[in-house]
Each structure stands twice: as C-alpha cells, then as structure tokens.
C-alpha cells in the first residue's frame, strides 16, 4: 500500500477532546480526539465546544455532547452528535445558526479514526451543525463532500466495539450513548 500523499499535519497546539462511552448503560472506554483546528478552525471549535458544554442554549442551559447517542452506525463510519433529537435530524451550531459552511477539504478520508461533519441533509454541501462520524475504514467517496476535522489519537479500539454493535437498518439496537466528554 503507498504512504498518503502529504496533507496539513495537527501540531500539538490543537485541542484534544474525549468521548466517555457506554453501551446498554455499561462502560466501553474512552476515545481521544485531535482537532485540527489550525486546518479547519470553525469546525474545530464548534465540535470543541460542544464537547465541553461551553455553549448555552436559549434557556441559558449548556448544549452539547454529554448524554446523546450514536445513532447510525455503518460499515465504514459511527455517526452522531444529533444532541437535539437523537435520530439524525436535529441541527445546530455555535454559530447562532442551524448550520454553517463547509470550510475546506483538504483532508481526505484516506484511513480509519477520522473525525468528520455529518452535513445534514444527506449529504447537502454547506449543512454543517453538530452531527459528526468518525471512520471506520478509508472512505474516499466522501472526499470533498464532508469536513474532515480531526482523528482519533487513542480509544480505536473503542471505535471497532461501536462498529461491531447490533444494528437494524444502520441503527443500534443498544444505546451507545456519551456519557461523559470534554476537553484534555
């Protein structure tokens, strides 16, 4: 297999983010995430923030990861982030709007354990909110389609037990749910 071409690499001033997992209510471990902030900032911060609760909502109440679920999971990627519905639909930004644009795509899908927005809208250029997956295999037919916008550092082993959960129809049949997140 050939080594990647050269991409903008993370340098060690962009934000580390964790992830807590459960699954049925059970602990599953811990996934660390580098964000390359310097790549793709405004994509960065608002999967950052969200990950501390630094955001409030209009009730003044923290929004964020904690407590929401993976709602899709594929045999290429493990999606979610929808923290407003919890089935994909649900979008929203720190921006003050639902979605923002996409900033770039100079990051490929080229390995497993990337971090990357899930546009709503299946797909619709310019949909990003707070929906976001992380690879599970190389997935170059979503180049310059989604925001890559960080990796996985540690916790891929965690990952490959959140792909090998039970599905129907690309929906897991037990809670894989954020039970704790933030910044490192």
């Known amino acids: 297999m050939a080594a990647p071409a050269a991409s903008p690499s993370a340098s060690s001033e962009d934000p580390v983010v964790f992830f807590d997992l459960t699954l049925g209510g059970e602990p599953l471990g811990r996934i660390k995430m580098q964000l390359f902030a310097k790549v793709v900032p405004k994509t960065a911060e608002n999967f950052r923030q969200f990950c501390t609760g630094q955001t409030k909502n209009a009730q003044g109440r923290p929004q964020g990861y904690k407590g929401s679920k993976f709602h899709r999971i594929k045999d290429f990627m493990i ?23 996409d900033e770039n795509f100079e990051r490929k899908h080229d390995v497993p354990g990337l971090l990357s927005m899930a546009a709503s809208n299946s797909g619709t250029p310019n949909t990003n909110g707070m929906q976001f997956f992380i690879t599970a295999a190389p997935t170059p037919f979503l180049n310059n389609k989604h925001v890559v916008f960080g990796k996985v550092i540690d916790g891929m082993d965690v990952v490959r037990k ?18 704790q997140c933030g910044e490192m």
């Open 162 to 179: 959140v792909e090998n959960v039970r599905t129907i129809k690309d929906k897991p049949v037990m809670d894989v749910t954020i039970a």
């Open 79 to 101: 999606q979610g982030g929808d923290f407003m519905n919890g089935d994909g639909t649900g979008s929203t930004s720190i921006y003050g709007t639902s979605t923002f644009a």
